[in-house]
């Protein structure tokens, strides 16, 4: 990979597991990084059953399988290059905090856009 190693996607509490990350997924959001021309810091990526647990995260959380990541944004301007270079590769799964965007290509979800 051009801009991420895959140690960037461990779960925290699993040293190497970012090995688990689908490379589809992973081959789109280096798209997205091309795009955007700016660096992506990921604050998750691939969790264990019980890290997910951990962090509140949903029981059928697309990180347990690999097809998502969170992306630190540091305010508006970034949020937008960050948001619009995802849409341009084509994700379609895009959920919007303050602090970060989640995106997953999990085709056993709809496409959607949501905030928390």
């Not at 280096?30 to 795009?35: F, G, K, L, S, Y």
């Not at 660096?39 to 998502?68: D, M, Q, W």
């Not at 992306?71 to 905090?97: E, M, P, T, W």
């Amino acid at each position: 990979m051009k801009y991420f190693t895959l140690d960037e996607f461990d779960c925290p509490s699993h040293k190497g597991s970012g090995i688990n990350m689908d490379s589809n997924f992973l081959a789109k959001l280096e798209e997205a990084r091309e795009i955007a021309g700016v660096s992506f810091i990921i604050t998750s990526g691939y969790r264990t059953k019980e890290h997910n647990e951990y962090v509140g995260g949903v029981p059928n959380s697309s990180h347990l399988i690999g097809v998502a990541a969170d992306i630190s944004v540091s305010g508006g301007a970034d949020r937008y290059v960050i948001l619009n270079s995802l849409i341009r590769a084509g994700f379609k799964r895009i959920g919007v905090a303050k602090t970060f965007i989640h995106c997953d290509t999990d085709d056993s979800k709809p496409n959607s856009v949501w905030t928390y």
